[in-house]
């Protein structure tokens, strides 16, 4: 039975919630506080709980801790309408699955769902999903940032929407494989194999034979007939990586395949069909490229159907701790060790380093210094001298941490003032977020009270938020 319990004090926003999730197949029983949400979840034993961080008798971090002390097999999703630093680094201390801003969609709750249950109660009728090795490592995405935040729902989106090609470009450690590997491992292709090619690495010469496969004797040392990457791909999907990186020749002939996913093996005449999505990766500038006359400008435009943009990791430094914090419980139960957290200095010199390697030099550091930490937490002087303030990150003035440094001139974080004021905020209300109101009016003919009940926030917010659009 696949349970969920709903803790929230706002009665109406957990009653919208539950049938949500309700109509979706899932048994739920909501709490209104923290007392009794502790006692229902040790009296139904839900496999995720969804739990608001502002309750009326007590912290919402202080239940998950019990929650995660009693019930260690029970999942957490932390739910708020005040997102601050603080509070998204504690929810990921106590080890949080996830951290939702209110307001929330469903496609950011979809996967979730998926994460977890697919993970605890596999069907028997299904078979295991073919995929990236290692998939279960890297779909899951970290953060509570806006960036993440409308990564999560965009990454959700193409997913369910099947679209047969996506180019996703970013810095080199940003995370594009993960992107890709969610992008199958969610899609309606998910069943289907996850064929990764390193187009940097397939010669000139080679691609050909590689990509589309070759009969027997069409060339010197062609002894039998043979599959290419396309062919393997059948029904799943084919990931392009570094397609920045392939020659101008090789362009040509992967064009041809995308037209109409059909093509000859080298030495043969009978057209092969396939049916694929395409992810293609890069970390270099497509479209100067295109101008340099030095990438296909025709091929760029049939890749970039549903382009997919990912920051680095110095432009977003609220996903720095949760992401260390991730590794570091991830890494340290593989190696056996108790390393379980980072002083504040080290905490405060993470967050200053500008990342050039992105989340991958992040996990690559926390990696080194779980194997060499020797007690069970890493401080600043463990750390290597180039992890120091050096291309510091973003301004505050943007970012969780900004919003944090102003509250010590006098604004409380805490104070329920923060709602209308995050509500103000031009970087907490993305384009996103203007059309999911939109939505949300719309399927409730304009009521304004319902609606601000479905997106978990006060009408004197909604109202705000309205002002903007």
């Known amino acids: 039975m696949k349970k969920i319990a709903v803790i929230d004090d706002n009665r109406e926003f957990a009653r919208i919630l539950s049938s949500e999730l309700t109509r979706r197949g899932y048994v739920v029983e909501a709490a209104h506080t923290g007392q009794d949400g502790l006692a229902l979840v040790t009296a139904s034993s839900p496999r995720l709980v969804f739990l608001d961080l502002r309750l009326p008798d007590r912290a919402g971090v202080d239940v998950l801790g019990h929650i995660r002390a009693s019930m260690p097999g029970v999942d957490v999703v932390i739910i708020t309408g005040y997102p601050h630093l603080s509070t998204a680094l504690a929810a990921f201390k106590n080890q949080a699955v996830d951290y939702l801003c209110k307001p929330f969609t469903f496609e950011e709750v979809d996967p979730i769902l998926s994460r977890v249950f697919d993970e605890s109660e596999p069907a028997p009728a299904r078979p295991p999903r073919p995929g990236p090795t290692g998939a279960a490592d890297r779909i899951e995405m970290i953060g509570p940032s806006e960036a993440s935040r409308a990564l999560r729902t965009l990454a959700g989106q193409l997913a369910a929407s099947g679209v047969r090609a996506v180019l996703v470009t970013g810095e080199s450690g940003t995370g594009k494989e993960l992107v890709a590997g969610l992008l199958h491992a969610e899609g309606p292709r998910r069943d289907g194999p996850f064929v990764e090619v390193n187009c940097s690495a397939i010669s000139e010469t080679l691609f050909e034979s590689e990509l589309f496969g070759h009969e027997r004797g069409a060339f010197t040392g062609a002894v039998g007939s043979r599959r290419g990457l396309c062919e393997a791909a059948d029904g799943g999907t084919l990931f392009l990586d570094e397609i920045g990186e392939m020659p101008l020749s090789c362009q040509a002939k992967l064009l041809r395949f995308l037209d109409d996913q059909t093509f000859l093996r080298v030495g043969g005449s009978r057209k092969v069909r396939v049916h694929v999505q395409i992810v293609a990766a890069t970390n ?186």
């Not at 006359?293 to 970039?304: S, V």
């Open 284 to 469: 270099r500038d497509l479209r100067a490229m295109v101008a340099e006359g030095t990438f296909r400008g025709d091929l760029y435009y049939r890749l970039n159907v549903a382009p997919v943009a990912l920051a680095p990791l110095r432009s977003r430094p609220d996903d720095i701790l949760p992401l260390a914090y991730y590794w570091l419980r991830r890494i340290s139960a593989q190696h056996g060790n108790r390393v379980i957290g980072l002083a504040p200095d080290a905490e405060r010199r993470l967050i200053a380093h500008a990342w050039p390697g992105n989340v991958r030099e992040l996990r690559n550091l926390i990696e080194r210094m779980v194997i060499l930490c020797p007690g069970d937490c890493i401080t600043a002087d463990q750390l290597p001298e180039e992890i120091d303030a050096r291309g510091a990150a973003p301004a505050a003035e943007t970012s969780f941490i900004g919003r944090m440094e102003r509250a010590r001139d006098g604004h409380d974080p805490d104070d329920p003032r923060a709602e209308e004021e995050w509500a103000a905020t031009p970087t907490s209300l993305d384009e996103l977020g203007r059309a999911h109101i939109r939505r949300v009016l719309s399927q409730v003919n304009g009521n304004k009270t319902k609606a601000a009940a479905l997106l978990g926030i006060s009408r004197q917010t909604l109202r705000s938020k309205l002002g903007s659009l």
